[in-house]
Protein backbone atom coordinates (compact mmCIF):
# COMPACT_ATOMS: atom_id res chain seq x y z
CA UNK A 1 0.00 0.00 0.00
CA UNK A 2 1.09 3.41 -0.36
CA UNK A 3 1.80 5.93 2.47
CA UNK A 4 1.45 9.54 2.30
CA UNK A 5 5.06 11.76 2.06
CA UNK A 6 3.95 13.38 5.12
CA UNK A 7 2.94 10.43 7.19
CA UNK A 8 6.57 9.02 6.33
CA UNK A 9 8.66 12.21 6.99
CA UNK A 10 6.70 12.11 10.21
CA UNK A 11 7.40 8.64 11.33
CA UNK A 12 11.10 9.30 10.61
CA UNK A 13 11.09 12.55 12.91
CA UNK A 14 9.89 10.24 15.65
CA UNK A 15 12.46 7.56 15.78
CA UNK A 16 15.53 7.78 15.97
CA UNK A 17 18.03 5.23 14.08
CA UNK A 18 20.45 4.33 16.77
CA UNK A 19 17.35 3.66 19.01
CA UNK A 20 15.82 1.35 15.90
CA UNK A 21 19.99 0.07 14.62
CA UNK A 22 20.64 -0.49 18.71
CA UNK A 23 18.51 -3.37 18.68
CA UNK A 24 20.74 -5.45 16.75
CA UNK A 25 23.95 -4.17 16.97
CA UNK A 26 26.63 -3.66 19.74
CA UNK A 27 27.98 0.07 19.40
CA UNK A 28 31.73 0.43 19.08
CA UNK A 29 32.35 3.33 21.93
CA UNK A 30 35.75 3.99 20.74
CA UNK A 31 34.65 5.24 17.46
CA UNK A 32 31.14 6.18 18.55
CA UNK A 33 30.31 10.02 19.66
CA UNK A 34 26.50 9.67 21.00
CA UNK A 35 26.42 13.87 21.32
CA UNK A 36 26.75 13.99 17.36
CA UNK A 37 24.78 11.05 17.17
CA UNK A 38 27.44 9.67 15.14
CA UNK A 39 27.60 5.43 15.54
CA UNK A 40 30.36 2.82 14.38
CA UNK A 41 29.40 -0.83 14.66
CA UNK A 42 30.33 -4.47 13.00
CA UNK A 43 27.78 -4.55 10.39
CA UNK A 44 25.02 -6.45 11.14
CA UNK A 45 24.41 -7.41 7.44
CA UNK A 46 27.81 -9.33 6.72
CA UNK A 47 30.30 -11.25 8.90
CA UNK A 48 33.27 -8.69 10.20
CA UNK A 49 35.54 -8.05 13.29
CA UNK A 50 36.04 -4.29 12.54
CA UNK A 51 33.24 -1.93 12.60
CA UNK A 52 32.69 0.04 9.45
CA UNK A 53 28.74 -0.25 9.54
CA UNK A 54 28.24 3.97 10.07
CA UNK A 55 24.41 5.24 11.59
CA UNK A 56 24.40 9.11 11.26
CA UNK A 57 20.92 10.17 13.64
CA UNK A 58 21.44 13.59 12.17
CA UNK A 59 20.83 12.69 9.04
CA UNK A 60 18.66 9.52 9.45
CA UNK A 61 20.61 7.13 7.30
CA UNK A 62 22.54 4.55 8.05
CA UNK A 63 26.02 2.94 5.74
CA UNK A 64 28.28 0.14 5.69
CA UNK A 65 31.88 0.77 3.97
CA UNK A 66 32.30 -2.86 3.46
CA UNK A 67 29.25 -3.83 2.23
CA UNK A 68 27.12 -0.85 1.01
CA UNK A 69 24.42 -1.56 2.79
CA UNK A 70 22.44 1.38 3.24
CA UNK A 71 19.22 3.34 3.84
CA UNK A 72 17.05 5.22 6.83
CA UNK A 73 15.30 3.18 10.26
CA UNK A 74 12.56 1.69 8.31
CA UNK A 75 14.82 0.00 5.13
CA UNK A 76 17.09 -1.23 8.15
CA UNK A 77 13.74 -2.92 10.06
CA UNK A 78 12.58 -3.97 6.20
CA UNK A 79 16.10 -5.64 5.85
CA UNK A 80 16.98 -6.93 9.30
CA UNK A 81 13.78 -8.79 9.40
CA UNK A 82 13.05 -9.68 6.40
CA UNK A 83 9.97 -7.90 6.21
CA UNK A 84 7.72 -5.91 3.27
CA UNK A 85 8.15 -2.31 3.45
CA UNK A 86 4.18 -2.06 4.72
CA UNK A 87 5.07 -4.11 7.21
CA UNK A 88 8.29 -2.26 8.57
CA UNK A 89 5.87 0.98 8.45
CA UNK A 90 3.73 -0.46 10.40
CA UNK A 91 6.14 -2.09 13.13
CA UNK A 92 8.12 1.11 13.35
CA UNK A 93 4.27 3.78 13.58
CA UNK A 94 3.08 1.23 16.53
CA UNK A 95 6.27 1.51 18.26
CA UNK A 96 6.56 5.45 17.59
CA UNK A 97 2.58 5.86 18.60
CA UNK A 98 1.57 7.06 15.45
CA UNK A 99 -1.70 5.62 13.60
CA UNK A 100 -1.31 3.84 10.00
CA UNK A 101 -3.35 6.63 7.64
CA UNK A 102 -6.34 4.17 5.82
CA UNK A 103 -6.90 5.71 2.69
CA UNK A 104 -10.56 5.92 1.78
CA UNK A 105 -11.62 3.46 4.55
CA UNK A 106 -15.31 3.06 4.93
CA UNK A 107 -17.59 2.55 8.25
CA UNK A 108 -17.44 -1.11 7.62
CA UNK A 109 -13.78 -1.51 6.92
CA UNK A 110 -13.19 0.62 10.07
CA UNK A 111 -15.69 -1.44 12.07
CA UNK A 112 -14.04 -4.96 10.57
CA UNK A 113 -10.75 -3.34 11.82
CA UNK A 114 -12.31 -2.66 14.97
CA UNK A 115 -13.86 -5.97 15.37
CA UNK A 116 -10.89 -7.72 14.41
CA UNK A 117 -8.83 -5.71 17.15
CA UNK A 118 -11.00 -7.29 19.99
CA UNK A 119 -10.47 -10.82 18.61
CA UNK A 120 -6.88 -10.24 18.96
CA UNK A 121 -7.02 -8.59 22.72
CA UNK A 122 -9.21 -11.33 23.38
CA UNK A 123 -6.76 -13.89 22.19
CA UNK A 124 -3.72 -12.43 24.04
CA UNK A 125 -5.66 -12.17 27.08
CA UNK A 126 -6.48 -16.07 26.90
CA UNK A 127 -2.31 -16.31 25.78
CA UNK A 128 -1.65 -14.98 29.49
CA UNK A 129 -4.23 -17.14 31.11
CA UNK A 130 -2.85 -20.05 29.61
CA UNK A 131 0.77 -19.63 30.91
CA UNK A 132 -0.69 -18.61 34.27
CA UNK A 133 -2.43 -21.94 34.45
CA UNK A 134 0.74 -23.88 33.24
CA UNK A 135 2.42 -22.10 36.43
CA UNK A 136 -0.14 -23.32 38.92
CA UNK A 137 -0.54 -26.29 40.62
CA UNK A 138 -3.31 -27.62 38.53
CA UNK A 139 -0.35 -27.75 35.73
CA UNK A 140 1.99 -29.78 37.26
CA UNK A 141 1.09 -32.40 34.71
CA UNK A 142 1.67 -29.76 32.04
CA UNK A 143 5.02 -28.77 33.50
CA UNK A 144 5.99 -32.87 33.75
CA UNK A 145 5.28 -33.61 30.11
CA UNK A 146 7.43 -30.52 29.16
CA UNK A 147 10.26 -31.74 31.39
CA UNK A 148 9.60 -35.09 29.43
CA UNK A 149 10.01 -33.62 26.33
CA UNK A 150 13.36 -31.71 27.07
CA UNK A 151 11.71 -28.16 26.87
CA UNK A 152 13.63 -25.78 29.38
CA UNK A 153 12.70 -22.55 31.20
CA UNK A 154 13.53 -20.63 28.22
CA UNK A 155 12.10 -22.31 25.47
CA UNK A 156 8.68 -22.23 27.07
CA UNK A 157 8.90 -18.22 27.76
CA UNK A 158 10.09 -18.30 23.96
CA UNK A 159 7.23 -20.15 22.78
CA UNK A 160 4.56 -18.91 25.36
CA UNK A 161 3.86 -22.30 26.36
CA UNK A 162 1.11 -22.71 28.33
CA UNK A 163 -1.80 -24.93 29.59
CA UNK A 164 -5.45 -25.30 29.31
CA UNK A 165 -6.86 -27.02 32.67
CA UNK A 166 -9.55 -30.13 32.60
CA UNK A 167 -12.77 -27.61 33.78
CA UNK A 168 -14.93 -26.79 31.42
CA UNK A 169 -15.81 -23.53 32.73
CA UNK A 170 -11.85 -22.26 33.20
CA UNK A 171 -11.37 -19.60 30.45
CA UNK A 172 -14.98 -19.32 30.29
CA UNK A 173 -15.65 -17.61 33.72
CA UNK A 174 -13.00 -15.51 32.98
CA UNK A 175 -14.20 -14.19 29.65
CA UNK A 176 -17.70 -13.74 31.42
CA UNK A 177 -16.39 -11.61 34.15
CA UNK A 178 -14.97 -9.25 31.62
CA UNK A 179 -18.07 -9.08 29.23
CA UNK A 180 -16.27 -10.78 26.22
CA UNK A 181 -17.99 -14.18 26.61
CA UNK A 182 -19.49 -13.57 22.63
CA UNK A 183 -15.98 -12.52 21.39
CA UNK A 184 -13.75 -15.48 23.44
CA UNK A 185 -16.68 -17.52 21.06
CA UNK A 186 -16.20 -15.88 17.73
CA UNK A 187 -11.96 -16.09 18.30
CA UNK A 188 -12.84 -20.49 18.28
CA UNK A 189 -12.03 -20.16 22.45
CA UNK A 190 -14.77 -21.60 23.62
CA UNK A 191 -17.68 -23.35 22.19
CA UNK A 192 -21.29 -22.30 22.23
CA UNK A 193 -23.22 -25.57 21.92
CA UNK A 194 -26.23 -25.85 19.24
CA UNK A 195 -28.96 -25.97 21.20
CA UNK A 196 -28.31 -22.47 23.06
CA UNK A 197 -26.98 -24.10 26.27
CA UNK A 198 -23.97 -21.97 27.69
CA UNK A 199 -20.09 -22.30 26.35
CA UNK A 200 -17.75 -24.32 27.37
CA UNK A 201 -13.50 -24.14 26.57
CA UNK A 202 -13.01 -25.63 23.92
CA UNK A 203 -9.47 -26.39 24.81
CA UNK A 204 -9.25 -28.27 27.96
CA UNK A 205 -6.40 -30.42 29.87
CA UNK A 206 -3.75 -29.30 26.99
CA UNK A 207 -0.38 -27.99 26.57
CA UNK A 208 -1.02 -24.96 24.54
CA UNK A 209 0.97 -23.58 21.42
CA UNK A 210 0.18 -19.75 20.56
CA UNK A 211 0.24 -19.41 17.11
CA UNK A 212 1.00 -15.80 15.84
CA UNK A 213 0.57 -14.17 12.54
CA UNK A 214 3.57 -12.69 10.63
CA UNK A 215 2.63 -9.00 12.27
CA UNK A 216 2.90 -11.14 15.85
CA UNK A 217 -0.43 -11.30 16.69
CA UNK A 218 -1.94 -14.07 18.42
CA UNK A 219 -4.73 -15.61 15.84
CA UNK A 220 -5.14 -19.24 17.02
CA UNK A 221 -4.06 -22.38 19.23
CA UNK A 222 -2.57 -25.71 18.46
CA UNK A 223 -2.89 -27.97 21.77
CA UNK A 224 -1.55 -31.10 22.59
CA UNK A 225 -3.53 -33.42 24.45
CA UNK A 226 -1.84 -34.98 27.72
CA UNK A 227 -4.42 -37.51 28.24
CA UNK A 228 -3.80 -40.51 26.07
CA UNK A 229 -7.58 -41.28 26.13
CA UNK A 230 -8.10 -38.16 24.30
CA UNK A 231 -10.05 -38.64 20.53
CA UNK A 232 -7.51 -35.66 18.89
CA UNK A 233 -3.70 -35.67 19.93
CA UNK A 234 -3.50 -32.46 18.68
CA UNK A 235 -6.36 -29.72 18.25
CA UNK A 236 -6.60 -26.79 16.29
CA UNK A 237 -8.39 -23.10 17.14
CA UNK A 238 -11.23 -23.55 14.14
CA UNK A 239 -11.25 -20.85 11.24
CA UNK A 240 -12.02 -17.59 12.46
CA UNK A 241 -11.81 -14.09 11.09
CA UNK A 242 -8.64 -13.69 12.10
CA UNK A 243 -7.16 -17.65 11.79
CA UNK A 244 -7.39 -19.18 8.45
CA UNK A 245 -5.65 -22.61 8.58
CA UNK A 246 -4.41 -23.20 4.99
CA UNK A 247 -2.55 -19.76 4.91
CA UNK A 248 -1.01 -20.04 8.22
CA UNK A 249 2.69 -21.04 9.13
CA UNK A 250 3.50 -22.10 12.65
CA UNK A 251 6.64 -19.46 14.04
CA UNK A 252 6.12 -16.83 11.12
CA UNK A 253 7.68 -14.11 12.13
CA UNK A 254 10.54 -15.10 14.05
CA UNK A 255 11.30 -17.85 11.30
CA UNK A 256 11.19 -14.94 8.93
CA UNK A 257 13.92 -13.15 10.34
CA UNK A 258 16.11 -16.01 10.99
CA UNK A 259 15.76 -17.22 7.58
CA UNK A 260 17.15 -13.64 6.10
CA UNK A 261 20.34 -14.13 8.27
CA UNK A 262 20.85 -17.96 7.84
CA UNK A 263 20.26 -17.83 4.18
CA UNK A 264 17.82 -20.93 4.81
CA UNK A 265 14.43 -22.06 5.52
CA UNK A 266 13.41 -25.13 7.05
CA UNK A 267 9.74 -26.48 7.17
CA UNK A 268 8.63 -29.32 9.45
CA UNK A 269 5.60 -31.28 10.36
CA UNK A 270 4.63 -30.04 13.59
CA UNK A 271 4.75 -27.34 16.91
CA UNK A 272 7.52 -29.61 18.49
CA UNK A 273 9.98 -30.48 15.82
CA UNK A 274 10.06 -26.01 15.21
CA UNK A 275 10.34 -25.78 18.92
CA UNK A 276 13.11 -28.56 19.10
CA UNK A 277 14.91 -26.73 16.13
CA UNK A 278 14.76 -23.68 17.52
CA UNK A 279 16.69 -24.99 20.44
CA UNK A 280 19.43 -26.56 18.98
CA UNK A 281 19.73 -23.06 17.08
CA UNK A 282 17.96 -23.69 13.35
CA UNK A 283 15.32 -21.11 14.09
CA UNK A 284 14.86 -20.56 10.81
CA UNK A 285 11.56 -23.12 10.71
CA UNK A 286 7.90 -23.19 10.26
CA UNK A 287 5.58 -25.83 9.79
CA UNK A 288 2.05 -26.15 8.61
CA UNK A 289 -0.11 -26.11 11.24
CA UNK A 290 -1.14 -30.42 11.20
CA UNK A 291 -2.28 -30.84 7.27
CA UNK A 292 -0.26 -30.74 4.28
CA UNK A 293 1.15 -27.74 2.91
CA UNK A 294 -1.45 -25.68 0.91
CA UNK A 295 -1.01 -23.44 -1.85
CA UNK A 296 -1.03 -20.36 -0.18
CA UNK A 297 1.23 -21.71 2.73
CA UNK A 298 3.97 -23.10 -0.38
CA UNK A 299 3.56 -19.22 -1.68
CA UNK A 300 5.01 -18.01 2.01
CA UNK A 301 7.25 -20.21 2.06
CA UNK A 302 8.47 -18.59 -1.28
CA UNK A 303 7.98 -15.20 0.10
CA UNK A 304 10.55 -16.25 2.34
CA UNK A 305 13.18 -18.18 1.40
CA UNK A 306 13.74 -19.25 -2.82
CA UNK A 307 14.49 -22.78 -1.54
CA UNK A 308 12.96 -23.88 1.35
CA UNK A 309 13.96 -27.33 2.73
CA UNK A 310 11.17 -29.38 3.39
CA UNK A 311 12.36 -32.15 5.98
CA UNK A 312 10.48 -35.38 6.26
CA UNK A 313 10.29 -38.65 7.90
CA UNK A 314 12.07 -41.24 5.76
CA UNK A 315 9.36 -43.12 6.17
CA UNK A 316 6.46 -44.22 2.85
CA UNK A 317 4.48 -41.44 4.89
CA UNK A 318 6.87 -38.87 4.42
CA UNK A 319 7.81 -39.60 0.83
CA UNK A 320 4.04 -39.49 0.45
CA UNK A 321 4.23 -35.83 1.40
CA UNK A 322 7.10 -35.01 -0.44
CA UNK A 323 5.53 -36.71 -3.87
CA UNK A 324 2.31 -34.55 -3.10
CA UNK A 325 4.03 -31.09 -2.48
CA UNK A 326 6.38 -32.09 -5.78
CA UNK A 327 3.08 -31.89 -7.45
CA UNK A 328 1.60 -29.02 -5.63
CA UNK A 329 5.29 -27.34 -6.54
CA UNK A 330 5.68 -27.57 -10.47
CA UNK A 331 3.31 -25.40 -11.70
CA UNK A 332 4.75 -22.50 -9.86
CA UNK A 333 8.59 -23.13 -10.39
CA UNK A 334 10.57 -21.07 -11.90
CA UNK A 335 14.29 -19.40 -12.09
CA UNK A 336 15.49 -18.81 -8.29
CA UNK A 337 11.77 -20.76 -7.11
CA UNK A 338 12.08 -24.43 -5.80
CA UNK A 339 12.01 -26.80 -3.14
CA UNK A 340 15.11 -29.14 -1.25
CA UNK A 341 13.69 -32.37 0.78
CA UNK A 342 15.49 -33.47 3.63
CA UNK A 343 14.56 -37.21 4.32
CA UNK A 344 15.35 -38.19 7.89
CA UNK A 345 15.95 -41.88 9.69
CA UNK A 346 13.03 -43.61 9.48
CA UNK A 347 10.58 -43.52 12.52
CA UNK A 348 12.31 -40.26 13.55
CA UNK A 349 11.29 -36.25 13.03
CA UNK A 350 13.51 -33.72 13.81
CA UNK A 351 12.59 -33.50 17.73
CA UNK A 352 13.65 -37.11 17.51
CA UNK A 353 17.07 -36.75 16.34
CA UNK A 354 18.45 -34.01 18.12
CA UNK A 355 17.40 -35.56 21.42
CA UNK A 356 19.28 -38.86 20.00
CA UNK A 357 22.54 -37.23 18.15
CA UNK A 358 22.32 -33.47 19.01
CA UNK A 359 21.87 -30.50 16.69
CA UNK A 360 24.73 -31.69 14.42
CA UNK A 361 23.37 -34.40 12.87
CA UNK A 362 20.11 -32.14 11.90
CA UNK A 363 22.46 -29.88 10.01
CA UNK A 364 24.40 -32.59 8.31
CA UNK A 365 21.42 -33.63 6.98
CA UNK A 366 19.85 -30.00 6.11
CA UNK A 367 23.28 -29.78 4.20
CA UNK A 368 22.40 -32.49 2.32
CA UNK A 369 18.99 -32.30 1.76
CA UNK A 370 18.36 -33.38 -1.86
CA UNK A 371 16.67 -30.84 -4.63
CA UNK A 372 13.10 -31.14 -6.49
CA UNK A 373 14.31 -32.73 -9.81
CA UNK A 374 15.90 -35.66 -7.66
CA UNK A 375 12.68 -36.26 -5.61
CA UNK A 376 10.96 -36.52 -8.87
CA UNK A 377 13.41 -38.64 -10.74
CA UNK A 378 13.40 -41.48 -7.99
CA UNK A 379 9.55 -41.27 -7.58
CA UNK A 380 9.22 -42.03 -11.38
CA UNK A 381 11.91 -44.61 -11.51
CA UNK A 382 10.86 -46.92 -8.31
CA UNK A 383 7.26 -46.62 -9.65
CA UNK A 384 7.42 -49.34 -11.71
CA UNK A 385 9.60 -52.28 -13.59
CA UNK A 386 11.24 -50.62 -16.72
CA UNK A 387 11.86 -54.06 -18.63
CA UNK A 388 9.43 -53.64 -21.17
CA UNK A 389 9.69 -50.95 -23.74
CA UNK A 390 5.69 -50.40 -23.34
CA UNK A 391 6.40 -49.38 -19.22
CA UNK A 392 9.73 -47.46 -20.65
CA UNK A 393 7.33 -45.38 -22.70
CA UNK A 394 5.26 -44.95 -19.82
CA UNK A 395 7.81 -44.06 -17.75
CA UNK A 396 9.19 -40.95 -20.67
CA UNK A 397 5.73 -39.99 -20.76
CA UNK A 398 5.39 -39.35 -17.25
CA UNK A 399 8.79 -37.41 -17.03
CA UNK A 400 7.18 -35.38 -19.99
CA UNK A 401 4.25 -34.68 -17.91
CA UNK A 402 6.10 -33.37 -14.90
CA UNK A 403 8.49 -31.02 -17.18
CA UNK A 404 5.51 -29.71 -18.73
CA UNK A 405 3.48 -28.87 -15.93
CA UNK A 406 6.29 -26.03 -14.95
CA UNK A 407 5.05 -22.58 -16.49
CA UNK A 408 8.62 -21.00 -16.86
CA UNK A 409 10.25 -22.06 -20.13
CA UNK A 410 13.78 -22.09 -19.16
CA UNK A 411 13.78 -24.30 -16.15
CA UNK A 412 10.73 -26.77 -18.16
CA UNK A 413 13.54 -27.10 -20.65
CA UNK A 414 16.71 -27.87 -18.12
CA UNK A 415 14.36 -30.37 -16.56
CA UNK A 416 13.48 -31.72 -19.85
CA UNK A 417 17.07 -32.50 -20.76
CA UNK A 418 18.00 -33.72 -17.39
CA UNK A 419 15.56 -36.28 -17.61
CA UNK A 420 16.58 -37.36 -21.17
CA UNK A 421 20.13 -37.25 -20.18
CA UNK A 422 19.13 -39.74 -16.87
CA UNK A 423 17.25 -41.92 -18.85
CA UNK A 424 19.61 -42.66 -21.76
CA UNK A 425 22.45 -43.55 -19.09
CA UNK A 426 19.63 -46.00 -16.88
CA UNK A 427 18.34 -47.61 -20.31
CA UNK A 428 21.98 -48.26 -21.26
CA UNK A 429 22.76 -49.90 -17.62
CA UNK A 430 19.64 -51.87 -17.86
CA UNK A 431 20.12 -52.68 -21.19
CA UNK A 432 24.27 -53.92 -21.01
CA UNK A 433 24.63 -57.26 -22.30
CA UNK A 434 25.44 -60.01 -19.48
CA UNK A 435 27.48 -62.88 -20.05
CA UNK A 436 26.45 -66.44 -20.85
CA UNK A 437 26.02 -68.45 -17.78
CA UNK A 438 28.35 -70.95 -16.51
CA UNK A 439 27.83 -74.17 -17.57
CA UNK A 440 26.40 -72.82 -21.39
CA UNK A 441 29.69 -71.67 -23.01
CA UNK A 442 31.50 -70.35 -19.32
CA UNK A 443 31.54 -66.62 -18.69
CA UNK A 444 32.33 -65.72 -22.06
CA UNK A 445 33.64 -61.97 -22.93
CA UNK A 446 31.12 -58.95 -23.56
CA UNK A 447 29.24 -59.66 -26.98
CA UNK A 448 31.05 -58.08 -29.78
CA UNK A 449 30.30 -54.59 -30.34
CA UNK A 450 28.09 -54.05 -27.59
CA UNK A 451 27.43 -50.13 -26.25
CA UNK A 452 29.86 -48.60 -24.41
CA UNK A 453 27.52 -46.66 -22.78
CA UNK A 454 26.56 -42.60 -23.13
CA UNK A 455 29.35 -40.29 -24.02
CA UNK A 456 30.42 -38.38 -20.54
CA UNK A 457 29.06 -35.19 -21.26
CA UNK A 458 25.68 -36.78 -21.32
CA UNK A 459 26.19 -38.79 -18.34
CA UNK A 460 26.91 -35.71 -16.33
CA UNK A 461 24.12 -33.28 -17.69
CA UNK A 462 24.42 -30.27 -15.63
CA UNK A 463 20.96 -31.26 -13.56
CA UNK A 464 22.16 -35.08 -13.13
CA UNK A 465 23.79 -35.19 -9.25
CA UNK A 466 27.79 -35.80 -9.43
CA UNK A 467 29.61 -38.81 -7.89
CA UNK A 468 30.06 -37.85 -4.02
CA UNK A 469 33.40 -36.21 -3.55
CA UNK A 470 35.93 -39.27 -1.65
CA UNK A 471 34.78 -38.29 2.28
CA UNK A 472 31.20 -38.98 1.33
CA UNK A 473 31.83 -42.16 -0.65
CA UNK A 474 33.94 -43.19 2.14
CA UNK A 475 31.22 -43.01 4.93
CA UNK A 476 28.63 -44.97 2.50
CA UNK A 477 31.00 -47.46 1.84
CA UNK A 478 31.82 -47.55 5.86
CA UNK A 479 27.79 -46.84 6.90
CA UNK A 480 26.66 -50.30 4.25
CA UNK A 481 29.00 -52.61 5.58
CA UNK A 482 28.70 -51.69 9.19
CA UNK A 483 24.99 -51.52 9.08
CA UNK A 484 24.58 -54.99 7.21
CA UNK A 485 27.15 -56.51 9.37
CA UNK A 486 25.62 -55.15 12.73
CA UNK A 487 22.09 -56.70 11.88
CA UNK A 488 23.42 -59.85 10.95
CA UNK A 489 26.25 -60.46 13.30
CA UNK A 490 26.37 -64.33 12.76
CA UNK A 491 26.20 -64.53 9.08
CA UNK A 492 29.42 -61.28 9.69
CA UNK A 493 31.55 -64.06 11.98
CA UNK A 494 33.40 -65.85 9.30
CA UNK A 495 34.62 -62.28 8.08
CA UNK A 496 35.42 -61.47 11.90
CA UNK A 497 39.04 -60.75 10.80
CA UNK A 498 38.61 -58.63 7.79
CA UNK A 499 36.10 -56.85 9.58
CA UNK A 500 38.33 -55.64 12.43
CA UNK A 501 41.09 -54.84 10.03
CA UNK A 502 38.99 -53.25 7.83
CA UNK A 503 40.06 -48.84 7.42
CA UNK A 504 36.79 -46.79 9.17
CA UNK A 505 37.54 -43.12 8.54
CA UNK A 506 33.93 -42.11 9.97
CA UNK A 507 34.48 -40.73 13.75
CA UNK A 508 30.85 -41.52 14.61
CA UNK A 509 31.25 -44.95 13.28
CA UNK A 510 33.92 -45.98 15.67
CA UNK A 511 32.09 -47.12 19.14
CA UNK A 512 29.68 -48.85 16.10
CA UNK A 513 33.12 -50.34 14.79
CA UNK A 514 33.81 -51.13 18.23
CA UNK A 515 30.38 -52.85 19.14
CA UNK A 516 30.74 -55.28 16.17
CA UNK A 517 34.35 -56.12 17.70
CA UNK A 518 32.89 -56.91 20.86
CA UNK A 519 30.08 -59.01 19.20
CA UNK A 520 32.34 -60.76 16.65
CA UNK A 521 34.89 -61.99 19.31
CA UNK A 522 31.78 -63.00 21.89
CA UNK A 523 28.59 -65.19 21.47
CA UNK A 524 26.24 -62.13 21.69
CA UNK A 525 24.67 -61.74 18.23
CA UNK A 526 22.58 -58.89 19.61
CA UNK A 527 22.91 -55.77 17.70
CA UNK A 528 23.97 -52.11 19.59
CA UNK A 529 21.26 -49.86 21.20
CA UNK A 530 21.22 -47.30 18.81
CA UNK A 531 22.02 -47.79 14.32
CA UNK A 532 21.15 -44.32 13.93
CA UNK A 533 23.98 -42.49 12.95
CA UNK A 534 24.45 -45.92 10.00
CA UNK A 535 21.04 -45.78 9.30
CA UNK A 536 20.82 -42.03 8.63
CA UNK A 537 22.91 -42.61 5.62
CA UNK A 538 20.03 -43.11 2.60
CA UNK A 539 22.04 -45.93 0.85
CA UNK A 540 23.11 -47.85 3.73
CA UNK A 541 19.35 -48.28 4.75
CA UNK A 542 17.95 -48.91 1.83
CA UNK A 543 19.73 -51.75 1.57
CA UNK A 544 18.16 -55.17 1.09
CA UNK A 545 20.64 -56.84 3.38
CA UNK A 546 21.00 -54.04 6.06
CA UNK A 547 18.22 -55.69 8.08
CA UNK A 548 18.15 -58.59 10.53
CA UNK A 549 17.92 -61.84 9.51
CA UNK A 550 18.95 -61.80 5.60
CA UNK A 551 20.27 -64.79 3.77
CA UNK A 552 23.57 -65.85 5.55
CA UNK A 553 25.11 -66.66 2.16
CA UNK A 554 24.34 -63.62 0.45
CA UNK A 555 25.55 -61.71 3.54
CA UNK A 556 29.11 -63.44 3.60
CA UNK A 557 29.49 -62.96 -0.07
CA UNK A 558 28.43 -59.60 -0.43
CA UNK A 559 30.73 -58.19 2.59
CA UNK A 560 33.64 -60.58 1.04
CA UNK A 561 33.46 -58.23 -1.91
CA UNK A 562 32.71 -54.74 -0.26
CA UNK A 563 35.31 -55.12 2.43
CA UNK A 564 37.89 -55.99 -0.46
CA UNK A 565 36.79 -53.03 -2.88
CA UNK A 566 36.60 -50.53 0.62
CA UNK A 567 40.38 -51.51 1.42
CA UNK A 568 41.27 -51.14 -2.01
CA UNK A 569 39.33 -47.38 -2.99
CA UNK A 570 40.62 -46.12 0.22
CA UNK A 571 44.31 -47.15 -0.08
CA UNK A 572 44.09 -45.64 -3.59
CA UNK A 573 42.61 -42.52 -2.40
CA UNK A 574 45.55 -42.23 0.13
CA UNK A 575 47.86 -42.91 -3.36
CA UNK A 576 46.55 -40.33 -4.73
CA UNK A 577 46.71 -37.93 -1.59
CA UNK A 578 49.80 -38.56 -1.42
CA UNK A 579 50.87 -38.02 -5.27
CA UNK A 580 49.75 -34.85 -4.98
CA UNK A 581 51.04 -34.00 -1.73
CA UNK A 582 54.49 -34.47 -2.78
CA UNK A 583 53.88 -32.28 -6.18
CA UNK A 584 55.79 -29.71 -4.75
CA UNK A 585 59.34 -31.94 -4.12
CA UNK A 586 58.47 -33.72 -7.42
CA UNK A 587 61.50 -34.27 -9.84
CA UNK A 588 61.42 -34.66 -13.28
CA UNK A 589 58.19 -37.34 -14.43
CA UNK A 590 58.38 -38.50 -10.81
CA UNK A 591 55.11 -36.98 -9.89
CA UNK A 592 53.29 -37.86 -13.22
CA UNK A 593 54.71 -41.49 -13.12
CA UNK A 594 53.09 -42.09 -9.79
CA UNK A 595 49.51 -40.27 -10.98
CA UNK A 596 49.46 -42.54 -14.33
CA UNK A 597 49.97 -45.32 -11.25
CA UNK A 598 47.54 -44.67 -9.59
CA UNK A 599 45.30 -44.33 -12.43
CA UNK A 600 46.08 -47.37 -13.44
CA UNK A 601 44.92 -48.81 -10.03
CA UNK A 602 41.56 -46.90 -9.92
CA UNK A 603 41.34 -48.54 -13.50
CA UNK A 604 41.89 -52.05 -12.61
CA UNK A 605 39.76 -51.59 -9.31
CA UNK A 606 36.66 -50.84 -11.82
CA UNK A 607 37.75 -53.77 -14.07
CA UNK A 608 37.46 -55.77 -10.83
CA UNK A 609 34.32 -54.81 -10.10
CA UNK A 610 32.84 -54.88 -13.26
CA UNK A 611 34.19 -58.89 -13.64
CA UNK A 612 32.49 -59.37 -10.08
CA UNK A 613 29.46 -58.00 -11.11
CA UNK A 614 29.27 -59.71 -14.36
CA UNK A 615 29.81 -63.03 -12.23
CA UNK A 616 27.00 -62.69 -10.15
CA UNK A 617 24.36 -62.11 -12.62
CA UNK A 618 25.91 -64.69 -14.52
CA UNK A 619 24.80 -67.12 -11.20
CA UNK A 620 22.01 -65.02 -10.24
CA UNK A 621 23.81 -63.64 -7.12
CA UNK A 622 23.10 -60.43 -7.04
CA UNK A 623 26.21 -57.63 -6.05
CA UNK A 624 23.93 -54.46 -5.11
CA UNK A 625 26.72 -53.38 -2.80
CA UNK A 626 29.50 -53.39 -5.82
CA UNK A 627 27.19 -51.36 -7.68
CA UNK A 628 26.37 -48.59 -4.85
CA UNK A 629 29.94 -48.20 -4.07
CA UNK A 630 30.83 -48.03 -7.85
CA UNK A 631 28.29 -45.38 -8.34
CA UNK A 632 29.19 -43.47 -5.00
CA UNK A 633 32.96 -44.06 -5.08
CA UNK A 634 35.53 -40.68 -6.19
CA UNK A 635 36.02 -39.73 -9.66
CA UNK A 636 38.71 -41.11 -11.52
CA UNK A 637 41.89 -38.77 -11.39
Request: proline share 7%; hydrophobic share 40%; glycine share 8%.
Amino acid sequence: MAFPPQFLDELRARITLSDVVGRKVTWDRRKSNASKGDFWAPCPFHQEKTASFHADDRKGFYYCFGCQAKGDAITFVKEIENLTFPEAVERLAAEAGLEVPRSREDPAQAARRDRLTRLADVMEAAVGAYRLAFRSGAGQGARDYAARRGLSAETLSRFEIGYAPGARQHLTAQFREKGLLEEAVEAGLLIRPDDGGAPYDRFRDRLMFPIRDPRGRCIAFGGRALSPEARAKYLNSPETPLFHKGRTLYHHGPAREAAGKAGQLVVAEGYMDVIALAAAGIGQSVAPLGTAITEDQLQLLWRIQPEPIVALDGDKAGLRAAHRLIDLALPHLGPGRSLQFCLLPQGQDPDDLIRAQGAGAMRGLLDEALPLIEMLWRREVDMHPLDTPERRGAFTQRLAKAAAAIPDQVVRRFYEDGFRGRAKDLFWRLDRPKPAAKGAGGQGPRRRGAPEGPKADTRRSSLVMGEAPAAAARRRREATILLIALRNVDAARPLAGALEVMPVTTAIFEPLRDALASALLGDNASEPADLTPLEADPVARAHPLAVAGADPERVALVLTEAIARHEALTGHEAELAEAAASFAEADGEDWTWRLRQAGQTRHALDAAALRAEEDAEATDRPSPIADMIKRHSTPDP
